[in-house]
Protein backbone atom coordinates (compact mmCIF):
# COMPACT_ATOMS: atom_id res chain seq x y z
CA UNK A 1 0.00 0.00 0.00
CA UNK A 2 1.44 3.25 -0.65
CA UNK A 3 1.11 5.86 1.44
CA UNK A 4 2.58 9.42 2.11
CA UNK A 5 3.42 10.86 5.40
CA UNK A 6 3.86 14.88 6.08
CA UNK A 7 5.87 16.01 9.36
CA UNK A 8 7.50 18.88 10.46
CA UNK A 9 4.19 20.95 11.05
CA UNK A 10 3.26 23.15 14.10
CA UNK A 11 3.06 26.64 15.57
CA UNK A 12 5.49 29.45 14.84
CA UNK A 13 6.10 33.49 14.96
CA UNK A 14 5.83 35.65 12.41
CA UNK A 15 9.05 35.54 10.53
CA UNK A 16 10.06 32.69 11.77
CA UNK A 17 11.29 29.36 9.78
CA UNK A 18 9.88 25.76 9.57
CA UNK A 19 10.68 22.58 7.63
CA UNK A 20 8.57 20.06 6.34
CA UNK A 21 8.97 16.79 5.30
CA UNK A 22 6.93 14.04 3.32
CA UNK A 23 7.62 10.55 2.58
CA UNK A 24 6.41 7.78 0.45
CA UNK A 25 6.33 4.62 1.32
CA UNK A 26 5.37 0.96 -0.06
CA UNK A 27 5.88 -0.92 -3.24
CA UNK A 28 7.19 2.12 -5.43
CA UNK A 29 8.28 1.68 -9.11
CA UNK A 30 8.81 5.37 -9.21
CA UNK A 31 7.52 9.09 -8.54
CA UNK A 32 7.14 11.63 -10.70
CA UNK A 33 5.47 15.14 -10.07
CA UNK A 34 5.84 15.85 -6.20
CA UNK A 35 4.86 18.75 -4.55
CA UNK A 36 3.17 20.40 -1.68
CA UNK A 37 -0.60 22.25 -1.37
CA UNK A 38 -2.19 23.82 1.41
CA UNK A 39 -5.55 24.71 2.94
CA UNK A 40 -6.19 28.14 4.95
CA UNK A 41 -9.10 28.09 7.00
CA UNK A 42 -12.18 28.34 5.36
CA UNK A 43 -10.53 28.40 1.80
CA UNK A 44 -9.83 26.25 -1.01
CA UNK A 45 -6.87 24.16 -0.90
CA UNK A 46 -4.22 25.86 -3.41
CA UNK A 47 -0.81 24.65 -5.10
CA UNK A 48 2.10 26.02 -2.92
CA UNK A 49 5.01 24.65 -4.73
CA UNK A 50 5.45 21.59 -7.02
CA UNK A 51 8.58 19.78 -8.45
CA UNK A 52 9.71 16.58 -10.38
CA UNK A 53 12.06 14.27 -10.11
CA UNK A 54 13.85 14.12 -13.54
CA UNK A 55 14.81 18.12 -13.81
CA UNK A 56 15.66 20.47 -10.98
CA UNK A 57 14.68 23.61 -13.14
CA UNK A 58 10.76 22.28 -13.52
CA UNK A 59 9.82 24.14 -9.97
CA UNK A 60 6.60 25.66 -9.55
CA UNK A 61 5.95 28.46 -6.59
CA UNK A 62 2.91 30.07 -6.09
CA UNK A 63 3.24 34.15 -6.09
CA UNK A 64 2.73 34.65 -2.40
CA UNK A 65 4.87 31.99 -1.68
CA UNK A 66 7.76 32.49 -4.25
CA UNK A 67 11.08 34.18 -2.49
CA UNK A 68 10.41 32.68 0.93
CA UNK A 69 9.76 28.97 0.37
CA UNK A 70 11.78 26.57 -1.72
CA UNK A 71 10.85 22.83 -2.12
CA UNK A 72 13.45 20.06 -2.38
CA UNK A 73 13.41 16.22 -3.08
CA UNK A 74 15.85 13.72 -2.24
CA UNK A 75 14.95 10.98 -4.29
CA UNK A 76 17.05 8.24 -2.80
CA UNK A 77 14.57 8.64 0.73
CA UNK A 78 11.38 9.24 -2.05
CA UNK A 79 11.17 12.21 0.24
CA UNK A 80 9.72 16.07 -0.59
CA UNK A 81 10.75 19.10 1.92
CA UNK A 82 9.56 22.09 1.97
CA UNK A 83 11.68 24.66 3.47
CA UNK A 84 9.64 27.71 4.91
CA UNK A 85 10.88 31.00 5.59
CA UNK A 86 9.99 34.58 6.73
CA UNK A 87 6.56 33.06 7.67
CA UNK A 88 2.91 34.97 7.98
CA UNK A 89 -0.02 34.93 9.58
CA UNK A 90 -1.35 34.08 5.71
CA UNK A 91 0.77 31.33 6.10
CA UNK A 92 -1.36 29.05 8.35
CA UNK A 93 -2.86 26.39 6.68
CA UNK A 94 -2.96 22.71 6.82
CA UNK A 95 -0.11 21.67 4.37
CA UNK A 96 -0.58 18.67 2.35
CA UNK A 97 1.96 16.41 0.38
CA UNK A 98 1.09 15.54 -3.05
CA UNK A 99 2.94 12.64 -5.52
CA UNK A 100 2.08 11.01 -8.86
CA UNK A 101 3.42 7.56 -8.34
CA UNK A 102 3.80 4.43 -10.54
CA UNK A 103 2.84 1.47 -8.13
CA UNK A 104 3.75 -2.63 -8.77
CA UNK A 105 0.93 -2.73 -11.48
CA UNK A 106 2.52 -0.24 -13.38
CA UNK A 107 -0.26 2.32 -12.97
CA UNK A 108 0.44 5.98 -12.38
CA UNK A 109 -1.49 7.40 -9.29
CA UNK A 110 -2.14 10.57 -7.43
CA UNK A 111 -1.71 10.42 -3.61
CA UNK A 112 -2.24 12.63 -0.64
CA UNK A 113 -0.74 12.50 2.57
CA UNK A 114 -3.01 13.51 5.30
CA UNK A 115 -1.79 17.04 6.19
CA UNK A 116 0.08 18.94 9.00
CA UNK A 117 -0.71 22.02 10.63
CA UNK A 118 1.04 25.19 10.27
CA UNK A 119 0.13 27.99 12.40
CA UNK A 120 1.84 30.98 12.32
CA UNK A 121 1.02 33.40 15.28
CA UNK A 122 1.28 37.57 14.95
Known amino acids: QVQLVESGGGLVQAGGSLRLSCTASGTILSINRMGWYRQPPGKQRELVAL?????????NYADSVEGRFTISRDNAKNTVYLQMTSLKSEDTAVYYC??????????????WGQGTQVTVSS
Open 51 to 59: TTASSTSSI
Open 98 to 111: HASIQGSSGWWTDY
